[in-house]
Nanobody
Framework: QVQLVESGGGLVQAGGSLTLSCAASGRTLSDYGMGWFRQAPGKEREFVATISWSGGRTYYADSVKGRFTISRDNAKNMVYLQMNSLKPEDTAVYYC?????????????????WGQGTQVTVSS
């Protein structure tokens, strides 16, 4: 069992930056692929970014490519999402998730453990 806790969300103006963190406990993350997803009010959860177990491969949704960066520190059991040039449409609850198959994936049904989420609000 893996427990995930996201932090770093908040209110920011358009064009600003935030860094989200995801802390894991229960198991080491170094065996797993990781992902970030988000869900805006009234919308379905959507893929944001994913990273392989080693950090060597990353993949992003087109809507965030070039603005967001996913990274990980396996020694600290942490995953991060650096978000730059934020837009009002980035407003959502952001979730980190574990993929026990250790691969990168944009499909939320391929993730096994989820955090509770952290709210990001971008004002215009």
């Amino acid at each position: 069992q893996v427990q995930l806790v996201e932090s770093g969300g908040g209110l920011v103006q358009a064009g600003g930056s935030l860094t989200l963190s995801c802390a894991a406990s229960g198991r080491t993350l170094s065996d797993y692929g990781m992902g970030w997803f988000r869900q805006a009010p009234g919308k379905e959860r959507e893929f944001v970014a994913t990273i392989s177990w080693s950090g060597g491969r990353t993949y992003y949704a087109d809507s965030v490519k070039g603005r967001f960066t996913i990274s990980r520190d396996n020694a600290k059991n942490m995953v991060y999402l650096q978000m730059n040039s934020l837009k009002p449409e980035d407003t959502a609850v952001y979730y980190c998730a574990v993929n026990k198959m250790a691969k990168t994936s944009a499909r939320d049904d391929e993730y096994d453990y989820w955090g509770q989420g952290t709210q990001v609000t971008v004002s215009s």
